[in-house]
């Protein structure tokens, strides 16, 4: 079966849609353009790829903690999405219940654009997401992660890794972030998102300079504990973005079909809690 046909969850994507949910006013980064995407956009995108579910992503650029977009797009069509939401690092458990109840799986932890300062003691806001069997979805890059490894270490909570931890690709395999994060492997509360190579590769599509790093990270964790996101609507890209020409390299890069469907498939159905 071709990678564009057989069913799949999108696990990395955002909505933007300023006309009905007009952006916070300090806002850093303002999405316009060809960086827009509404919900009805992106349902039309899942009917193309038979995308059967997504994990949408609240954005820290346009919204940042005002999750009106995100809880609409989960409302809209319950049960096809669950979301990612950005909030504040003092959010009391009732609130996140609050978020579960609505479709909320995990919280992002934006340490790739906020810096690590914010996160490196956020213990306790860590056992309230543990608490929920929420995630703690983490978005590094370069040398970031060895920072946040004790709070990782002395909590429990469920972690997603976003886009294969943004390493530094001239530093190699071997560079100290990219070992930290193969070794949270083996166990079962960390799961890995194959994706977002564009954001740290140096070079145009295919991104050859990144393959070796999802491609590592699939041997050590397992397909059990890893998936795919396309990142649409393709925020800050440098050159032309489409989800059809990223599923073409994942079956070029992972071309074991059983392999891709539990990427593509399995995983994130199981882990997010997804119906057939």
Known sequence: MSVLTQ??????????????????????????????????????????????????VGPTSGYNTDNRCLLAALAEHPGRSKG?????????SD???????????GIAFNVAMLGTAPFVAVDALMGRLGELDLFAQIQVLDDQLPELMPLLKRTSTPLLIDHSGRPDVDAGLAQPAFKALLSLAGQDRTFVKLSGLSKFSHQPYPWS?????????????????????????????TERMDIGTLL???????????????????????????AD
Not at 13 to 24: G, L, S
Not at 95 to 105: N, P, R, Y
Not at 213 to 229: H, R
Not at 255 to 272: C, G, H, N, S
Request: aromatic content about 12%; overall charge negative.
């Open 84 to 92: 990612i939401a950005v909030v504040p690092l003092d959010i009391s």
């Open 209 to 237: 300079d990144a393959q070796p790093y999802p491609l590592a990270l699939l041997e050590a964790f397992g397909a059990e504990n890893c998936m795919w996101g396309s990142d649409w609507p393709f925020l800050r890209a």
């Open 7 to 56: 069913p799949k969850i999108d696990c990395h994507h955002h909505i933007f849609d300023p006309v009905q949910f007009p952006y916070i006013p300090e806002t850093p980064y303002r999405p316009e353009g060809h960086e827009l995407g509404t919900a009805l956009q992106y349902g039309a995108v899942m009917q193309a790829y038979n995308i059967r579910h997504s994990l949408i």
């Open 248 to 274: 073409l390299l994942v079956e070029q890069m992972f071309p074991d079909q059983k392999v891709r469907e539990q990427i593509l498939w399995a995983t994130p159905k199981r882990v997010f809690g997804f």
């Open 95 to 105: 609130e996140l219940a609050t978020f579960k109840e609505q479709g909320v799986v």
